[in-house]
């Protein structure tokens, strides 16, 4: 499956963007999907991830309560809603698939078996 996200920008503090990860190639609805974040010098991050049918979601916890995931399995699409920007949100963000038949995402990026190519979030204070 290839993944592509958008959405990225610049925003100021505060502020809110939605990143689209579009997918093509097979069944979209049989993979659960999971975000990444990886700022310079630093780690890859687990942000959120949401099962196959959408049901289940999960945060990291420098994300909860200001970020949302959801998905639109008829366009083949995940999204991650961020409001209340902060500057340390600042980082490439890249979505993930995870192969069936796994029904649930997972905080280990070891787990996923497709990326994107990831697109940049941009943070001023």
């Known amino acids: ?16 963007l ?4 579009r997918a093509s190639g097979r069944i ?5 999907m999971g975000w990444f974040r990886q700022a310079p ?3 890859r991050e ?11 979601t999960y945060y990291g916890d420098s994300v909860k309560g200001r970020f949302t995931i959801s998905r639109d399995n008829a366009k083949n699409t995940v999204y991650l809603q961020m409001n209340n920007l902060k500057p340390e949100d600042t980082a490439v963000y890249s979505c993930a698939a995870r192969r069936p038949p796994l ?4 905080i280990d990026d070891r787990e996923y ?7 940049q979030v941009t943070v001023s204070s």
Do not use: H, K, M, P
């Open 103 to 106: 029904y649930s995402g997972s």
């Open 41 to 43: 010098g630093r780690e």
């Open 1 to 16: 499956v290839a993944l592509v996200e958008s959405g990225g920008g610049l925003v100021q503090a505060g502020g809110s």
């Open 113 to 119: 078996d497709y990326w994107g190519q990831g697109t």
């Open 18 to 21: 939605r990143l689209s990860c």
């Open 46 to 56: 687990f942000v959120a991830s949401i099962s196959r049918n959408g049901v289940g």
């Open 28 to 32: 979209f609805s049989s993979y659960a």
